[in-house]
């Protein structure tokens, strides 16, 4: 059985259909890459897994168990994770608020239930670390970091409830050489560790470096569903566009 | 991941800095400025300093430090509330009617207040969530229609003689402090708990940080953006009821532009306009800095259209150097 | 230590040593106004800085930023008292907002005058305030004055629509002046019937607008009374922007100079003029005899005068002097 499974997931914004049936699987421990030009559907698609939209029809399973019902806090207490292109995170406040948001630990003084800040501030430093991340005082607001380290929050605010799926939307989008690499050691980390990861990105020599299976959204549909090792980046070049001058594409795409 | 490390904030000012806004949530740099208006005035007019006279800056700012806090909550979460004036005068009137021309018992007024101004917060907030207006329109048109809903009641006159009970409430002094002070007191310490240390308070300024962040916790946001309008509107019940109570009568147009006054509070007190920090500790700081502001202006004479401009410039101040210190955190 | 520390502590003992410390004792008369805007509350105060420095006095005025602030105006009061004057002068917003304050004032053995009658004496006498004296001019028979002279221009037996325009609701005064129309003028010409009377707030626009509606509903409008000269003024645009100025008859109270201005120029047809520099400038001077142990009536009446274009121009009434 799959961990995830999403069949026949179809979603309109108003007159304007964007995902016309699409399928996609994941198992544990296993990194798909998801890829598609722009506006094929992708943040769409795994918009509708976290549950922050609705789809119009379709159904999504989490180990067999009907995801449809769930609140997005619901669906990130079963373990699924994303990180946002644009991080989703609150600005002015500062790390540990932000990995804790809407799960804070509270105890009870005089049997009110109040946030409980040392501890957010200790797991929260305890996560950093594990994550080797380098950032100013952690008390400050996210806000003054870098964008490098704004995503390190990010991350960090994924990994720290023991997610089962980490899907991440362009992560590598804004970041340097040697960060780009950290952030693909994570995710063979992360496989390692048995959590399924979804990697949506325009970036394909980091998809095919990283990912076990790469699926291909065209127009709302997925196109291809092709494993990493016998994929060339022509064959991914030419899902994508469907035709036309492949050759030029994918060299164009080798350069990254 | 690696990035340069940057430097731990060094000094003891930054120091303290740090330690206000961490553990009290409040901006070291307001308290600052009020200590330090209160020695101006001090050295400027020889009754400034007493007793008696911090109780008149204390009980001159009850009403609208209770405004204020309603105005930081609503802040935090990028919103805006501005029937509160109105919301204010409606609620008083609805006390004094209940009190005075249907003769209920105090209980029964108290909460009638309260209620009435919860109740314009609960309409507002459902409008805002469920009808897509947006808060400036919502409120603002709330505005209108709890004035003109307090003369309809009140037939535009104000209603007159509340019960004793009820008065203790305005004009009581147990201890030799005003009642209004000690209630002031009380509500802002509770909120400022609230809104620093519980989840609500948390989430509040989440929403108003990134919606959408808050959205992709879990939170329902609809749900406490409703909670927030309702409890505003509450919070200016209460001034309301304090404000009949200090005058002994329903006026209906008590509150004419407080939800200005109200919202500059929240400002020089440390509140972003758009959202996502606030304190409650800040926004009474901050209508003390006008409370001893005016105060003092009263104190030497000025006349009041000189005390609007000191208040405006304080305002202006206020923000610009806010602004300016965001900057410097973010150049580090 | 740093600077910054250092300018604390030494800011908090400064402040600390001085907390318990008694204020220095002061004379000196506490002069509380509506607003300033006006021009009747801006000859009132001319009036009483004549009549504070002709008694030789220390005095201090303060205002509010509009006649509708009632809470501000509280606040200012409670401020005044700590200055601890001997006297404390009011012109409250309305009948019941200074209250808490007079009260505090009266404790303090602080001699409370209410200046231009705006308490109500039935609920001073709930609330156990003693006030030492009031002035102002009689309302009542302003509004009477009116009716008389509207009659005198209309004829007694004449038929016809008239509107009244009241003052801020809830204010005594605007009550007072009203109310003494509508009787006067019951009595004297039934056949002018009062078809409207609304609270124009103290306000030009609002009664501007009033006047229009009125009209409309009743196109052969005699006559308006309105409680104070700037919602007369209000009125006369109305009317004159719909051509049927010189048809009505509009009656003003308070003779301030903008009321002056238009009756000279043909358009405001009257005002009965109170005489607020009199007002002021007297009620300073009762006060210092009060406070000398003299005696003083509890109800001053300053008379009022109903201004006409021909009185204006004849220049002969000695009134005149005090309209200013």
């Not at chain 1, 995902?19 to 722009?38: S, W």
């Not at chain 2, 207040?113 to 314009?120: H, M, R, S």
């Not at chain 2, 959202?275 to 209508?287: E, Y």
């Not at chain 3, 629509?161 to 129309?181: D, M, Q, W």
């Amino acid at each position: 059985m799959s961990l995830l499974a999403a069949v026949g997931i179809e979603k309109s914004f108003g007159s304007v259909s964007v995902l016309h049936g699409v399928d996609l699987t994941l198992d544990a421990g296993e990194v798909v890459g998801l890829v598609g030009d722009n506006g094929a559907g992708k943040s769409t698609l795994m918009k509708i897994v976290t549950g922050m939209y609705q789809a119009d029809s379709g159904l999504i399973t989490l180990e067999g168990e009907n995801l449809l019902d769930l609140t997005p806090g619901a669906r990130r207490a079963r373990g699924i994770e994303m990180i946002y292109q644009d991080l989703a995170l609150a600005k002015q406040q500062d790390v540990a608020s932000n990995i804790f948001l809407g799960r804070e630990p509270t105890r009870r003084i005089f049997g009110v239930s109040l946030v409980d800040r040392h501890r957010m501030k200790r797991e929260a430093q305890a996560m950093i670390d594990r994550l080797g991340a380098e950032l100013p005082v952690i008390t400050r607001s996210v806000g003054s970091f870098s964008g490098g380290q704004q995503q390190s929050v990010a991350i960090a605010r994924a990994l720290t409830f023991e997610p089962k799926i980490v899907i991440m939307d362009e992560p590598t989008a804004a970041l340097a050489v040697r960060e780009v690499q950290s952030v693909l050691d994570l995710i063979r980390q992360l496989k390692s560790q048995g959590i399924g990861v979804i990697l949506i990105s325009h970036r394909l020599n980091d998809v095919l470096s990283v990912t076990d299976r790469i699926v291909v959204l065209r127009q709302g549909r997925a196109t291809a569903n092709l494993v990493t090792k016998e994929t060339t980046m022509a064959d991914i070049v030419s899902a994508i566009v469907g035709g036309g001058d492949v050759a030029v594409a994918a060299a164009h795409e080798a350069r990254g | 991941m690696a990035t340069p490390q940057t430097q731990r904030a060094t000094g003891l000012w930054a120091g303290l800095q740090e330690k206000f806004t961490e553990q009290l949530h409040v901006r070291l740099e307001s308290i600052v400025v009020l200590v330090g208006l209160a020695v101006i005035m001090s050295i400027l007019s020889p009754f400034f300093l007493s007793v008696s006279n911090f109780m008149n800056i204390l009980l001159a700012t009850s009403t609208i430090g209770i405004l204020a806090i309603a105005a930081t909550f609503v802040l935090s979460s990028g919103g805006l509330d501005l029937s509160i004036g109105s919301v204010l005068g409606l609620s008083g009137v609805v006390g004094a009617s209940v009190a005075v021309n249907l003769g209920m018992p105090t209980p029964i007024a108290v909460f009638a207040t309260i209620g009435a101004g919860a109740l314009a917060g609960l309409v507002n907030g459902w409008v805002i969530t469920r009808g897509f207006v947006p808060a400036f329109i919502v409120t603002l048109g709330m505005l209108g229609i709890a004035r003109g809903l307090a003369l309809v009641i009140s037939d535009g006159r104000v209603i007159y003689g509340l019960p004793d009970w009820m008065l203790f409430l305005g004009q009581g002094r147990p201890f030799g402090i005003p009642m209004p002070v000690i209630i002031l007191i009380v509500v802002a310490i509770i909120m400022h708990i609230v809104l620093a240390y519980t989840r609500f308070g948390r989430h509040t300024l989440a929403i108003g940080d990134n919606e959408n962040a808050a959205l992709t916790a879990g939170i329902n946001v609809d749900l406490h953006r409703l909670t927030l309008y309702t409890l505003s509107g509450g919070l200016a019940g209460l001034a309301g009821l304090l404000f009949a109570t200090r005058i002994n009568s329903g006026d209906p147009t008590a509150g004419i532009s407080y939800e200005l006054t109200a919202i500059t509070a929240a400002i020089i007190g440390g509140t972003n306009l758009f959202g996502g920090r606030g304190s409650i500790l800040g926004t009474i700081v901050g209508a003390l800095i006008m409370g001893v502001l005016q105060n003092g202006l009263n104190l030497l004479a000025v006349q009041s259209y000189y005390q609007q401009m000191a208040i405006g410039a304080v305002l202006i101040l206020a923000v610009f150097i806010d602004q300016f210190q965001q900057r410097q955190e973010t150049k580090v | 230590m740093s600077n910054t520390t250092k300018k604390c502590a030494v800011g908090m003992a400064v402040l600390t040593w001085f907390v318990f410390s008694a204020p220095t004792s002061a004379e000196g008369y506490g002069i509380l106004m509506k607003t300033l805007a006006n021009p009747y509350w801006g000859a009132m105060g001319d009036g009483v800085e004549a009549g504070a420095q002709g008694a030789g006095v220390d005095y201090y005025i303060q205002a509010v930023e509009s006649d509708q602030a009632a809470e501000s105006q509280l606040n200012v009061c409670n401020t005044m008292l700590e200055r601890q004057p001997v006297a404390m002068i009011t012109a409250a917003i309305n009948s019941t907002n200074l209250l808490p304050c007079l009260k505090s004032a009266q404790e303090r053995e602080i001699k409370v005058v209410d200046l231009d009658e705006n308490l109500d004496p039935a609920i001073l006498d709930a609330a156990g305030i003693e006030i030492t004296f009031s002035i102002g001019s009689d309302n009542v028979l302003a509004g009477a004055q009116g009716a008389e002279y509207m009659v005198s221009q209309l004829g007694a037996d004449v038929i016809g629509p008239v509107l009244v325009i009241e003052g801020l609701s809830g204010n005594i005064t605007g009550e007072k002046r009203a109310t003494g129309f509508a009787d006067k003028l019951t009595e004297l010409a039934p056949g002018l019937e009062i078809v409207a009377s609304l609270p124009g707030d103290w306000d030009r626009g609002k009664a501007a607008n009033i006047t229009n509606d009125i009209m409309t509903r009743n196109p052969d409008l005699v006559g308006i009374f309105a409680a104070n000269d700037g919602m007369a003024l209000g009125a006369v645009e109305s009317v004159f922007a719909a051509g049927r100025g010189g048809d009505v008859i509009i009656i003003g109270v308070d003779g301030n100079s903008d009321a002056v201005k238009s009756i000279k120029a043909g358009r405001l047809t009257a005002s009965v003029a109170q005489l607020p520099y009199l007002v002021g400038k007297q009620a300073l001077e009762n006060v210092k005899t009060a406070i000398e142990g003299g005696y003083v009536e509890t109800n001053v009446i300053i008379p009022t005068l109903v201004l006409t274009k021909d009185l204006i121009d004849a220049g002969t009434e000695p009134l005149l002097e005090f309209v200013k």
